[in-house]
Every structure is written in C-alpha cells, then in structure tokens.
T-cell receptor, first 113, second 110 residues
Framework: DAGVIQSPRHEVTEMGQEVTLRCKPI?????LFWYRQTMMRGLELLIY????????DSGMPEDRFSAKMPNASFSTLKIQPSEPRDSAVYFC???????????FGQGTRLTVV | GIQVEQSPPDLILQEGANSTLRCNFS?????LQWFHQNPWGQLINLFY???GTKQNGRLSATTVATERYSLLYISSSQTTDSGVYFC????????????FGGGTRLMVKP
C-alpha cells in the first residue's frame, strides 16, 4: 500500500483565499483524522471520521474550517477564508478499527500571506 | 483530558551514544505509539506499544501501563536519528484518536 497520501505538499496562498487540502487514507482503514501542527500548540486533532461519518469536530478552530469525507478513499479539509494564523502543517492519518496503530501522511505545509 | 508529558524536551548526543526518552501519561491507556518526525517533517511510526517491550534494530520501547509511562531507547545513535520523537495516546481509555506529547527534540552530532 502507498500509505496515506496528502496533496498538495506545499501551499502558499493569500489571506482571504479558499484553501482545500486533500487526503487519501490507506485502503481498508475505518478511521481518518486531520491534525494540525504548529510551534505554539504542537500536534492537535481537528476532526476525525469513522466510516466516512464525522465523529468529533471539537478541535476545528472556527467556522472557517470544514471537512468532508464523501467516500472511504477521500477526504478534504477546507479553509475559507484563510488567515495568516492558519499557517501550519496539516496532517491526515488513518487506522483500522480496533486497537491498531495510526499512520500519517507526509503533511501539507500551508503558508497564508 | 489526558495529559502526556515527554522528557527531556531537548537532547544533544554525540554519535554513538545511547539515550532514553520518557513519556508519562495521566490516565490508563490501551494504545500508545512512538513516532519520529524527521527533519523533513515526516511522522514515521516507530512502535505501537500499549504494554510490554518491543525492539526494532537500535531502537526499543517499553511501556509500563500500570505505572503510566513509556520509555524509548536509542542505542549507538546516528546523525539520521536526529529529529523530534513523539509519544501519543488516546485522550480516554476508549478514545479513537491520539493525543500527542510535546516531543523530545534530538540532535545527534557527528
């Protein structure tokens, strides 16, 4: 398996623009997680899905953030409008049901100028 | 929620030295993972170790769940071991996601 695949790897955008981050989980995994990593806050969970259904979005910082998982092989994290403080590395991870380990994608480094 | 504390926060080693990284957590857990974030930012799975001891080459890990800590041992360190080491546990014993510690930043000098 190719692992968790995220795109793009890097994104630079202007404040106010819409940003869409994409994730393809490992095939057969039931859970998908979106994390954000910043120097100030470390790695924090934004939202996670189980079988394509959002379970916990309490980590989503504001209404400007939204996430979808239209099918088992694809998820998006959208920021609209983007702000400079959204600059961070965004990771997607997936794992199978049960006491199993999570695997992370390579991350998307977002810079909002 | 669960608290995850890692120590030391920073560590500088000479190549060839051994080290022990510690992860303390505030509640019982049924899942613990160690990750290495390399200088390129990739999060690499090292161990899935809710209890017991595992070894993989120069790395080994031990989790003592009853005492709420885990240790990561690095032997004969190499410059490629540099980066940040994270441990992560579920926020509750039944949680599905992972809560990360603050990490240990390791630099191995040649």
């Amino acid at each position: 398996d190719a692992g968790v695949i995220q795109s793009p790897r890097h994104e630079v955008t202007e404040m106010g623009q819409e940003v869409t981050l994409r994730c393809k989980p490992i095939s057969g995994h039931d859970y998908l997680f979106w994390y954000r990593q910043t120097m100030m806050r470390g790695l924090e969970l934004l939202i996670y899905f189980n079988n394509n259904v959002p379970i916990d979005d309490s980590g989503m910082p504001e209404d400007r953030f939204s996430a979808k998982m239209p099918n088992a092989s694809f998820s998006t994290l959208k920021i609209q409008p983007s702000e400079p403080r959204d600059s961070a590395v965004y990771f997607c991870a997936s794992r199978k049901w049960g006491r199993t380990e999570a695997f992370f994608g390579q991350g998307t480094r977002l810079t909002v100028v | 929620g669960i608290q995850v504390e890692q120590s030391p926060p920073d560590l500088i080693l000479q190549e060839g030295a051994n080290s022990t990284l510690r992860c303390n957590f505030s509640d019982s857990v049924n899942n613990l993972q160690w990750f290495h974030q390399n200088p390129w930012g990739q999060l690499i799975n090292l161990f899935y170790i809710p209890s017991g001891t595992k070894q993989n080459g120069r790395l080994s890990a031990t989790t003592v769940a009853t005492e709420r800590y885990s240790l990561l041992y690095i032997s004969s360190s190499q410059t490629t071991d540099s980066g940040v080491y994270f441990c992560a546990v579920p926020p509750t014993n039944a949680g599905n996601m992972l809560t990360f510690g603050g990490g240990t930043r390791l630099m191995v000098k040649p």
